[in-house]
């Protein structure tokens, strides 16, 4: 993947997850009927290193990354 930084403070542009891993199941029960359920899973993501605003420098930033997660839908 290309690293996308902006050039001052070498933050990166977004922050991306270090992977996605996208799953889809659709169940037709009649042909008036159909459920479907979806699972996304996100990967772990860092935080900036770098204050871009007054109040981050002031209060600080987070130094904690953001753990892998993931969303569950489901639709009748």
């Known amino acids: ?3 996308s930084e902006q050039k001052d403070t070498g933050n990166p542009l977004s922050i991306i ?3 996605t891993v996208n799953t ?3 169940w037709t029960i009649t042909s008036a009927l159909s459920a479907n359920v979806n699972w996304t899973l ?4 860092k935080p900036r ?3 871009e605003s007054r109040s981050e420098e002031t209060k600080g930033l987070s130094g904690k990354a953001l753990g892998a997660y993931s969303l569950v839908g ?3």
């Open 17 to 19: 997850p270090k992977y």
């Open 74 to 76: 489901a639709n009748v």
């Open 49 to 51: 290193t770098h204050a």
């Open 24 to 26: 889809f199941l659709d």
């Open 1 to 3: 993947m290309i690293a």
């Open 42 to 45: 996100y990967g772990k993501q």
